[in-house]
C-alpha cells in the first residue's frame, strides 16, 4: 500500500491502531543519497571509534533527505499456531515549506540511478510527499503561531486557543481509546494551526480536517514495539535528524536519545552474520539473498518454521518482488527475523523437541542481539544502544615500512594491495603507514605475501614500539636521563 499526503490523514489512525496490537515492526527507510563525497581524514574507516565514525555520518545524514519509509507490521493470529500476519506501507516524504521553514537537501547522483532502477516513483516523493519536520521546527513554528510573529499573521489569540485546549482536555479524560470528537466551524488556516497546538499540546490525540470541522480522535502514540531492520544504522540516524531533533555532536547523547525512542532495536544483519558461519550457509551480499537462502531447502527448519501471510490491502508482494521499494524490504527485514529467530529456538532445542513457538519466545532466544545495531566500515563491528560498545574484535593493525619510494601516498599505499585484499590506509610516520582490514585471512595473506619483500616491510603494530608519540617521549627521556648522568660524572669530578 502506498501512501502519499493525500492517503495519510486518513491512512494514520489505523496505522497506530495497527502497532499497537502487533508483535514487532520491520523497518526500511530510501535516501536521497548516502554519504557525501569527503576525503582524507573525513572518510569513515576501519579506524574509526563508534564516535568518531557518527561525526563523519552525521554530516551525510544532514545534508540527503528521506525519500521513502517503508513499514511492516507484524502481528500474530490469535487462535493459529506460529502464524503472522502483514500489514505493508509505503510512506512517500518530502519536508515541510511553511512560512520560514524552508529546508534544502542534496541528491546523490548514484542514489537517484539506483532508485530509478527499481521504478521509484520520483513524481509521488516531489508532488504528494507527506510533510514532516522534527521537534525543533515544530516548536518555532507553534512559537510563530501563538506569538503572532509569522509571515501570515495569526488568525487565533491566545485565548481562543487556550478554549480550544480546555474544550479538547475535558473531553479527553473521559474518552477511551478510538472515540473521536469534532470542533465545528474551523477551517483554512486556522485549522492548521488548531491541529498543530492540538497535537503538540495533546500527545495522546490526533486530528484530521473535514468538511464539518477537525476531528480530534483519542490515540495511544507510546507503542515502544520491537523495531527492526538490516543494516539500520543509517535508518535510525535519519529517523532521529528529520523526526526528533538534530543530531547531537555528542555521540552518547545519540545513543542514549534512541533508546529512549526504540527501546527494543533488533537488526537482522547482525543476527544472520552468526547463524551464517554456524550453518555454512553460502554467502550472501543483501537482504533478498538472505531471505531465499532462509526459504530453501539449505534452512532445516524450513517447513517447521513460522507461516507468513500478507493481508488483504498488502498482497502485491504475494508473487511478485520488489527489491529496494521500503515496504517490501521492512517486509523481508520482519520474515527474515521470524525464520532467523525460529532457527535459533531450534538450535537451543536441539535434543529436545522444540516448544510451541510464540514471539515472547522468539526475543527469549534473540536476546544477545537486542540494542546491537550493525556498523559499517568502523573500528567495531557493532553498536550497543544499552550500554557500552563492546571492544574491537577486529583483526590486528599492521605497520608497513617503506624504503626506496619517495613521496609514497596513502592513495599510493592502497593501490599496491588491493589485488591481494582490501586494506584501510592511515599515515603514521612519512616513511611508515598502517593498514586495517576486517579480515583476519587479509592479515595473514599479505604477512604471508611480503615476507621477504625488498622495499616494503610489514608487520604487527605495537603501540609502545611503533607510536611515533611514544618514541618522541623515550627520546626526550633517554637526553634528560643522559645529561644527568653527565651531570653526576661532572660533580663527582668536582669534589
Known amino acids: 500500500m502506498d ?18 496490537g502487533a508483535d514487532f515492526v520491520g523497518l526500511d527507510i530510501e535516501f536521497t543519497g548516502l554519504r557525501s563525497n569527503l576525503s582524507g581524514p573525513q572518510q569513515i574507516s576501519l579506524f574509526d571509534l563508534p564516535s568518531e565514525w557518527y561525526l563523519k555520518t552525521r554530516q551525510s545524514v544532514q545534508q540527503f ?68 519536520m522534527n521537534e525543533e521546527q515544530e516548536k518555532k513554528i ?62 495522546d490525540i490526533w486530528t484530521v480536517l473535514r468538511d464539518q470541522g477537525v476531528i480530534v480522535k483519542k490515540m495511544l502514540v507510546k507503542a515502544r514495539k520491537p523495531l527492526v531492520g538490516h543494516n539500520m544504522m543509517m535508518d535510525l540516524l535519519h529517523l532521529h535528524e528529520k523526526f526528533f531533533r538534530p543530531l547531537p555532536e555528542s555521540y552518547d547523547e545519540f545513543k542514549l536519545n534512541i533508546h529512549n525512542l526504540f527501546p527494543v532495536l533488533i537488526d537482522t544483519k547482525n543476527v544472520t552474520k552468526d547463524i551464517w558461519k554456524e550453518l555454512n550457509f553460502p554467502r550472501v551480499s543483501n537482504l533478498s539473498e538472505v531471505y531465499e537462502v532462509l526459504n530453501s531447502d539449505l534452512n532445516p527448519t524450513k517447513n517447521s518454521g513460522p507461516v507468513i501471510i500478507h493481508a488483504s490491502r498488502c498482497e502485491k508482494y504475494v508473487e511478485t518482488k520488489y527489491p529496494h521499494e521500503a ?53 567495531v563491528p557493532k553498536i550497543n544502544f544499552a550500554g557500552p560498545d563492546s571492544p574491537s574484535i577486529r583483526p590486528p593493525i599492521l605497520i608497513l615500512t617503506v624504503r626506496k619510494w619517495p613521496g609514497v601516498s596513502e592513495q599510493q599505499v592502497y593501490r599496491e594491495f588491493q589485488n591481494l585484499c582490501k586494506f584501510d590506509v592511515r599515515r603514521l610516520t612519512r616513511s611508515q603507514f598502517l593498514l586495517m582490514t576486517n579480515k583476519f585471512k587479509d592479515t595473514r595473506s599479505i604477512l604471508k605475501e611480503y615476507r621477504c619483500h625488498p622495499t616494503l616491510r610489514i608487520s604487527l603494530y605495537r603501540y609502545w614500539r611503533h607510536s611515533p608519540d611514544i618514541n618522541c617521549l623515550l627520546q626526550v627521556c633517554s637526553i634528560i636521563t643522559t645529561w644527568a ?10 669534589l
Open 3 to 20: 501512501i502519499g499526503a493525500d492517503e495519510f490523514e486518513q491512512s494514520l489512525p489505523l496505522l497506530q491502531e495497527l502497532v499497537l
Open 485 to 494: 648522568f653527565i651531570a653526576f660524572l661532572l660533580g663527582g669530578a668536582g
Open 142 to 203: 507553534k512559537h510563530n503561531i501563538l506569538t503572532g510573529n509569522w509571515k501570515v499573521r495569526s488568525s487565533l489569540d491566545k485565548d481562543q486557543i487556550k478554549v480550544v485546549i480546555d474544550e479538547v482536555t475535558r473531553w479527553l479524560d473521559l474518552a477511551e481509546e478510538g472515540d473521536w470528537m469534532t470542533l465545528p466551524g474551523i477551517a483554512g488556516f486556522q485549522a492548521f494551526e488548531v491541529q498543530l497546538v492540538l497535537r503538540k499540546a495533546l500527545p
Open 65 to 132: 533527505t528521506i525519500c521513502q519509509i517503508g513499514l511492516s507490521v507484524f502481528s500474530s493470529i490469535e487462535g493459529e499456531s506460529n502464524k503472522y500476519v502483514a500489514h505493508s506501507c509505503n510512506f512517500f516524504l518530502f519536508p515541510t515549506t511553511f512560512g520560514v521553514l524552508d529546508s534544502e537537501f542534496s541528491f546523490q547522483a548514484s542514489s537517484v540511478q539506483f532508485l530509478n532502477q527499481y521504478g521509484f516513483d520520483y513524481n509521488k516523493f516531489l508532488k504528494n510527499g507527506i510533510p514532516y
Open 327 to 379: 515496504a517490501y524490504d521492512a517486509f523481508l527485514c520482519g520474515s527474515v527475523l521470524l525464520k532467523v529467530a525460529h532457527l535459533l529456538l531450534w538450535k537451543v532445542h536441539s535434543a529436545v523437541p522444540i516448544p510451541e513457538p510464540s514471539f515472547p519466545l522468539y526475543l527469549d532466544v534473540l536476546a544477545p542481539y537486542v540494542n546491537q545495531v550493525n556498523l559499517i566500515r568502523a573500528g
